[in-house]
């Protein structure tokens, strides 16, 4: 009984010792920038783009522009196909 | 061409930014192209029934209008299939046979139009087979605006990015980063058979383009982050159901991790913050697109959410993979998806 509680004991520091051990938020901070896209790879949201067919048929009219309706495979704004 | 084509393709190139911002109204919408019944497909069809015969799921019933059959019928307006109605009627982006399969047509609403400012048709743009030679494309748009007398002028609206569902107080918007740690990687995706043993029906795509997302965690959801010990399941589905490799959208079947954790230790506690570490980890199938093959998803990752005792809310939340794997076995890709507290530079949204 004894045993099995220092058992316990030791076993609770050393997993106390080797949650310190986890990289702190400095760390995760670093793995965080190091993941973030690159300019090249978010120039395409330099383009300007309203919500809907609808909206850009309205905006169209007003500013007498044309409308470029690419309907693509996947979505724009997150980038997953 | 996808959407992740189109950002590293065509919207990449100045003269197209340039000419889209001064000339036209630009707008973006998703399909599932290659899944929509019309695309006269017999690999597809058949990966389809493989699904259903395996118990897979299959996406939501198909919506039948005059311009075609779209599997995503929440994603289709009146007006726009008002348009595809047209383009439909005009033979002019429905109807082009497929290169590599003589007899076989490409059809569907997987295109770019240039309609005139009173929503005429002047030109189309076959994406599949157009979208990666931009010097087409810019030819195209160039001659819609000499055709017009369009002036340049300011970009008439510029949609910013964000969460997708509107944040209400005590909200916190976290964005998602993910991408291969390795890019570009080549990634060999079965198109048809779910053992992928066909080589014919073996595509190697190359992923360039990273993942951007949001994800909105609720008040009471990321307060529950603050008590050591399990993480409530709904929680950290929520948060790690995004931490997925950039391939396909997301669609989150019930059976979607095979094995998940997340469990918060107390980590810090000052007079004026307290700070909690998260440990995470999941195993999640390849079932979050229209691709179900054998790959796998694996992950640890580890995070920090700090907060401010005065105020009550986030100072800070972080979070990223230290290992992430996918892939089958013998053949994994890493990939890595790093979480961070919004600090509202938004670019972009659109559905």
Redesign the interface.
């Known amino acids: 009984m004894r045993f099995n509680l220092i058992l316990i004991i030791i076993t609770f520091l050393a997993l106390g010792h080797l949650e310190s051990r986890a990289p702190g938020p400095d760390w995760v901070q670093s793995r965080v920038d190091a993941l973030q896209p690159t300019d090249a790879q978010m120039k395409w949201s330099k383009v300007s783009f309203v919500r809907s067919l609808d909206e850009a048929l309205q905006l169209a009219r007003v500013h007498r522009r044309p409308v470029f309706f690419a309907s693509v495979d996947g979505e724009l704004d997150s980038g997953r196909c | 061409?996808?959407?992740?084509?189109?950002?590293?393709g065509l919207?990449?190139q100045d003269p197209i930014?340039k000419t889209?911002?001064e000339?036209?109204?630009?707008?973006?919408?998703?399909?599932?192209?290659?899944d929509d019944v019309d695309w006269i497909g017999s690999d597809r069809r058949a990966q389809v029934e493989d699904w259903k015969h395996n118990g897979l799921k299959v996406n939501p019933p198909p919506l039948s209008t005059d311009a075609g059959v779209f599997r995503q019928p929440w994603t289709t307006?009146e007006?726009?299939l008002r348009?595809y109605k047209t383009l439909k009627l005009k033979e002019l982006a429905y109807l082009v046979e497929h290169p590599e399969a003589p007899g076989e047509a490409l059809v569907g609403?997987?295109?770019?139009?240039?309609?005139?400012?009173?929503?005429e048709v002047?030109d189309v743009?076959n994406?599949p087979f157009r979208g990666d030679e931009p010097k087409f494309v810019y030819a195209q748009?160039l001659r819609?605006?000499e055709e017009?007398g369009?002036p340049p002028?300011p970009?008439?609206?510029?949609?910013l990015?964000g969460p997708k569902e509107p944040l209400r107080p005590g909200d916190l918007a976290l964005r998602v980063?993910?991408?291969f740690i390795a890019d570009p990687v080549a990634l060999d995706d079965v198109i048809a058979h779910l053992d992928g043993t066909a080589p014919a029906n073996t595509i190697t795509l190359r992923m360039?383009?990273?993942?951007?997302?949001w994800i909105v965690l609720r008040e009471d959801e990321w307060r529950a982050l603050l008590t050591p010990g399990r993480a409530p399941q709904a929680v950290a589905e929520k948060l790690l159901g995004r931490f997925v490799p950039?391939?396909?959208?997301?669609v989150m079947d019930e059976d979607y991790f095979e094995t998940m954790q997340m469990e918060t230790?107390a980590y810090a506690r000052s007079a004026e913050t307290t700070?909690v570490?998260l440990?995470a980890s999941a195993r999640i199938k390849h079932s979050w697109?229209r691709n179900r093959d054998y790959k796998v998803a694996e992950f640890q990752a580890?995070?920090?959410l700090?907060v401010d005792h005065a105020s009550g809310a986030v100072n800070?939340f972080?979070?990223?993979?230290?290992e992430g794997r996918y892939g089958t076995p013998g053949h994994q890709i890493p990939f890595?998806?790093?979480?961070?507290k919004d600090a509202g530079e938004q670019?972009?949204?659109?559905?």
């Open positions: 061409m996808g959407a992740m084509g189109a950002r590293a919207l990449s930014i889209l911002n000339h036209y109204v630009s707008v973006f919408v998703r399909k599932y192209g290659h307006t007006a726009e348009l609403p997987v295109h770019a139009s240039i309609l005139s400012p009173d929503g002047m743009i994406l748009l819609a605006v017009l369009t002028g970009p008439v609206r510029t949609l990015a980063d993910v991408r360039e383009a990273p993942v951007r997302e950039p391939t396909d959208q997301l230790r700070t570490q440990h697109g580890l995070g920090y700090e800070s972080r979070m990223a993979t230290m890595g998806v790093a979480v961070q670019v972009i949204s659109v559905r």
